[in-house]
C-alpha cells in the first residue's frame, strides 16, 4: 500500500515571482495527482496553530522555527503507517527544506523497511536539503530520489508528476 504524507499552504504564496492568492496550495494538488496515479491514501499536516495569513509573515515564522528546530504541534497525528510499503511526503520547500510541522509528524512514525519518497514544491530553489534531511528523520527507510516541481508550474505537472509517481512505486 501507499501513502502520500503531505502539508500544504493555500492563501499568500510566492507563484511565478510575485505574491499571489492561491485557493489550493500547490503541495495540495500534487499530493492530489500523486494519489490519483497511484492509489495511494492521503494524510494532510496541519499545524494546531495556523502559519501567518501573510506571506512575509508566514516566511518569518517559517525561518525561526528552523533556526530554533522546533515542532510545532498539529491538530492530528499519524500513529501507525506500518500497512505502507512506500510513503512520498510532500510539502514546500521553505528555507531549504520541509515545514517544521513536517518533522512534527514524521519523528512520530517507524520508517523501518519503507520507500520513502521526497516531493517538494518550490520556486527556484528545488530539493534543497530534504533528502538529506529525511534520512535522519526517516530512519530505516530508503529514501528515493525525489521529485521538484515549480510552483508556478503545478497546474501543469499533472501528467509529470504522475508518470514519476508511477514509475517509482513498480
Known amino acids: 500500500m501507499i501513502l502520500v504524507i503531505y502539508y500544504s499552504r493555500s492563501g499568500q504564496n510566492y507563484f511565478g515571482g510575485e505574491i499571489v492568492d492561491l485557493e489550493r496550495g500547490n503541495s495540495e494538488q500534487v499530493a492530489e495527482f500523486i494519489a490519483e496515479a497511484v492509489g495511494a491514501d492521503t494524510f494532510e499536516i496541519r499545524p494546531a496553530r495556523s502559519y501567518p495569513e501573510d506571506y ?39 528555507w531549504g527544506t520541509y515545514p517544521m510541522a513536517m518533522y512534527t ?19 527556484g530553489s528545488g530539493m534543497g536539503s530534504a533528502e538529506r534531511d529525511l534520512k535522519k528523520i526517516c530512519r530505516g527507510a530508503k529514501i528515493a530520489r525525489g521529485l521538484a516541481i515549480q510552483g508556478s508550474k503545478v497546474p501543469d505537472s499533472q501528467q509529470t508528476v504522475a508518470e514519476w509517481a508511477v ?3 513498480r
Open 105 to 123: 509528524q514524521l519523528e512520530k512514525l517507524d520508517f523501518r523497511g519503507k520507500k520513502v519518497l521526497p516531493v517538494m514544491t518550490h520556486e
Open 167 to 169: 514509475k517509482n512505486t
Open 56 to 94: 512575509n509573515e508566514c516566511t518569518d515564522v517559517a525561518r525561526k522555527e528552523l533556526r530554533e528546530n522546533k515542532r510545532p504541534h498539529l491538530k492530528e497525528y499519524l500513529k501507525d503507517i506500518s500497512v505502507y510499503d512506500k510513503v512520498f511526503v510532500v510539502g514546500p520547500c521553505w
